[in-house]
């Protein structure tokens, strides 16, 4: 019996270095989860779950950045489509991924709010930055209607109230004070001044939308795709009070990025200081200006662009999908995931 149950030096050495391998190897995994940046793949805005997606099967990919309209969710008062977040959800979380969620206002608030008596600006081509294309006629709220302000928190409470406390949920972007989900507006200066626009009033009507989600999730982080809203400060000075308020009143609760990340993106620019300055109080992050087929010549190399990010300290990058999906891009992208270990 005790031959039977005998076991050789060898065997029992070659058990224990089998089991501090596995510690090693799983220990690095760890180091690397906490390290590298987050790589979110950003979706095309209501995309359904139909069709291949093949970036929920890359462990260099964090989450998924599903993108909404608030018209297609809203798209009569008080009926919500909840049908397509839900299913988003479900399918990003069955691959152990994470949501970044995005609700669009802005050019996409839906047409029963302006029947409500919302007083709208209207804009185009001419008024767009960085080569993006409106038709003549594209309309948005005027971001301190206090009617059009109303109607978005009662969808922002309904939002959360669905929606706070999903574990599976990374961020909710924060939606509501410009033309699409960031804090730009057209740059339409001396016609915004004719529609009464002020600093104050945007700031506050700001201000208004950041509190209004925080109520509606206190259990789950928010961002702000943040920028000065028509481009420079002798046009406008909203930015600064804005970021912070946030950094003052939520520090951690809301995370701050920008939605312009590209190759030509000078250290000194003061949306990457502010960045910097608040990847210490807060989460960081980026969002590519453009990728393949979208805005691709203005975004340049994406190494490039992505050390950058780096340099900033952000912790998470919302990749456009088609360049998550270019092989070619893979060494990019691990470069961006395998960050180094912060000092």
């Known amino acids: 019996m005790k031959k039977f149950f005998a076991i050789k030096p060898t065997a029992v050495i070659l058990v224990v270095a089998t089991v501090v391998l596995y510690m090693i190897i799983n220990m690095q995994t760890l180091v690397l989860a906490q390290t590298g940046v987050r790589i979110f793949s950003l979706l095309a805005p209501d995309r359904g779950v139909e069709g291949d997606l093949p970036e929920l099967n890359s462990a260099l990919i964090y989450g998924l950045s599903w993108r909404f309209r608030w018209k297609t969710i809203e798209p009569q008062e008080g009926q919500y489509n909840w049908a397509m977040i839900d299913r988003a959800i479900e399918v990003t979380a069955k691959a152990r991924k994470h949501v970044l969620l995005r609700l669009v206002a802005g050019m996409h608030t839906p047409e029963w709010v302006y029947a409500g008596g919302v007083k709208f600006f209207e804009f185009g081509d001419e008024d767009a930055a ?150 210490v109080k807060t989460i960081v992050g980026y969002q590519m200006l453009g990728g393949k087929g979208f805005l691709e010549g203005q975004t340049g190399d994406r190494v490039a662009a992505f050390r950058h990010a780096l340099e900033d300290n952000v912790s998470y990058v919302e990749v456009y999908a088609p360049d998550v999906r270019d092989p070619k891009l893979r060494g990019a992208l691990e470069l961006l995931a395998r960050r180094p270990e912060r000092r």
């Open 130 to 279: 960085g080569g993006l294309r409106h038709p003549t006629g594209t309309r948005m709220p005027i971001p301190w209607d206090d009617v059009y302000l109303s109607k978005w928190e009662a969808f922002i409470r309904a939002l959360g109230k669905r929606y706070n406390g999903n574990a599976h949920i990374y961020s909710v972007a924060m939606s509501g004070g410009g033309y699409i989900d960031e804090m730009n507006l057209p740059k339409a200066f001396e016609r915004w001044q004719q529609a009464g626009y002020t600093d104050e009033k945007l700031i506050q009507a700001w201000k208004r939308i950041i509190d209004a989600y925080q109520r509606a999730f206190p259990e789950t982080p928010t961002n702000l795709a943040m920028n000065e809203p028509l481009g420079s400060l002798q046009r406008s000075n909203v930015l600064s009070p804005v970021v912070s308020y946030v950094l003052a009143t939520y520090p951690g609760k809301v995370y701050l990025q920008q939605n312009a990340l590209k190759a030509d993106f000078p250290r000194d620019n003061r949306v990457r200081q502010i960045i910097r300055e608040a990847s």
